[in-house]
């Protein structure tokens, strides 16, 4: 089992709609990162939480710690929203270990 | 702020030689990062090093390799290249390292081709 596993892998949407990812990890972690990445392989930092939500823009990313459990949420998506986006959580050691992402298609 | 520089973008190679990669950090961000993505592995951490000392290293042999300079500066080696190489390399720095909530900037990653 891997040690971070996401949902869906593949998600398609219509412009305008509600869309949550999911990141499920099994290890102690001192923080979780969600990252983009589009096509050519540029890859940006979304946010970076250690606890509760952080909100930029329509982007919402929320971690319950307990749970071990993190959701992305893109609030009225849009196509430039298209992208593969990857879960990553930072444990023993200091090193990142990065979910198999997923990707999004938001249609017109 | 100019962002994480990597050179070269693009690479061929064949099986046997070696390669090495650059990545420029962040003015001010002592932290450099290597992580290799490939189709079937995904993303996966190669090493870290900050103040010119490898913090942390993934699980990946000896012929993977790097260093950084005392400008942060950092460059990645891999030796005797087989097929499975074949990934984008991606470089990513932050200000400090080893500390947990430092935000990672990346870089636009060199894709290596091995023949």
């Known amino acids: 089992k891997n040690e971070v596993e996401q949902s869906p892998q593949n998600l398609t949407a219509q412009e305008g709609e509600f869309i949550t990812i999911n990141c499920s990890y099994s290890v102690g972690i001192s923080a979780l990162h969600w990252l983009q990445q589009h096509p050519g392989g540029g890859i940006v930092s979304l946010f970076m939480l250690s606890s509760g939500k952080k909100k930029h823009g329509r982007l919402i990313a929320t971690i319950n710690i307990q749970e071990k459990h993190s959701s992305l949420h893109i609030t009225a998506s849009h196509p430039r929203d298209s992208a593969v986006y990857i879960c990553a959580v930072r444990a023993a050691g200091n090193k990142l270990t990065f979910g198999g992402g997923t990707r999004v298609l938001v249609k017109p | ?115």
């Open chain 2, 1 to 115: 702020k100019a962002g994480v520089t990597q050179t070269p973008r693009y690479l061929i190679k064949t099986r046997g030689q070696q390669v090495t990669l650059s990545c420029s950090p962040i003015s001010g961000h002592r932290s450099v990062s290597w992580y290799q993505q490939t189709p079937g592995q995904g993303l996966q951490f190669l090493f870290e090093y900050f103040s010119e000392t490898q913090r942390n290293k993934g699980n990946f042999p000896g012929r993977f390799s790097g260093r950084q300079f005392s400008n942060s500066r950092s460059e990645m080696n891999v030796s005797t290249l087989e097929l499975g190489d074949s990934a984008l390399y991606l470089c990513a720095s932050s200000l400090e390292g080893g500390v947990s909530y430092n935000e990672q900037f990346f870089g636009p990653g060199t894709r290596l081709t091995v023949l």
